[in-house]
């Protein structure tokens, strides 16, 4: 296991690009996508769709979402891991929001929060997901295309849902790190996150070294695939273990757009991307199963591979 080290991220710019860009254009950040995610499984993407100013209203909105009162936020429970209000646990408090891209689903939870209505909170967060799942969808179709398996394009895009989730870290108060989110890979396909001004997230390199997210501009992301995109390429990409990690007194916020497979859905290989070179890893399996396994189980850090490793 490596130390911390000065490693950075690959930064790639969306900006000039969208879903109709120019061949020559699109290929450059093809390639560049596809070499990121297979090293780091993680890049910054330069994005500018979601402005800085808009940002720092979106953030305010989540904080004061986060200072209503407890037997408020409560209302919005889930069965599911990850869906609805997690409580505080430690440093740590969450809001998960199912179909964030669906306005009757984001209005009628906002709904539960704010019973008088909060129709800016719902514009803003809805404005989010219509620009960052175009993010989203522009890296997942760079990623067919370069594994050459675009022919499953439309049955992959049309197999996911959107996810948003707001997430708090409070300040620990003082300059020893203390853990906002244990190291793990994430078990959906791909995670879109953006955050305050307060940095914490760190990346695991295949070397063992932790990366220290900084955001290099105002309009970044952070981009990171899940155990299923890796199970779905075949290991093509690489699923990286991340956490966060927080000192000082101020607040970190993030908000993380979550591609998750609709619920049923059977996740498996194309045939293409199974060879002699590349054996088939994982058995075909439906992501809700596998989380509720993993909820179910011992932690573990090899979850997949313990579920239906081949
Ligand atoms: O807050 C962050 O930057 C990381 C969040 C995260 O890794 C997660 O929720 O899976
Ligand atoms: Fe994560």
Known sequence: MGSETEVKLPIIDFSKLDLESNVAEWESVKSQVHKALAEYGSFE???????????????LEVEELF???????????????????????????SMGIEDANVHEKVENL???????????????????????????????????????????LDEHMNSTNYLAR??????????????????????????????????????????????????STSTSFVVVTGDTLYAWTNGRVHTPFHRVMMTGNETRFTIGLFTVPKSGFVIKAPDELVTEEH??????????EFMKFVYSSEKTKNALKVYCGV
């Open 45 to 59: 993407a330069v994005f500018d769709k979601v402005p800085s100013d808009f940002r720092k209203a979106i953030f």
């Open 67 to 93: 200072d209503l009162p407890l037997e408020t936020k409560q209302r919005v429970a889930s069965s599911r891991p990850y869906r609805g209000y997690v409580q505080p646990v430690e440093i740590y408090e």
């Open 110 to 152: 906002i709904k539960i929060l704010w019973p008088q209505g909060k129709p800016s909170f719902s514009k803003n967060l809805l404005f989010f997901t219509e620009q960052v799942s175009r993010l989203d969808q522009m890296i997942r179709k760079m990623i067919l295309e370069s594994l050459g398996v675009e022919k499953y």
């Open 166 to 215: 707001l997430i708090k870290y409070e300040g620990p108060q003082t300059n020893e790190p203390k853990v906002g989110i244990t190291d793990h890979t994430d078990k959906n396909l791909l995670t879109i996150l953006c955050q305050n001004q307060i940095d914490g997230l760190e990346i695991q390199t295949k070397s063992g070294d932790w990366i220290k997210y900084k955001p």
């Open 279 to 288: 054996p088939l890893l994982f058995k075909p399996f439906v992501q809700s």
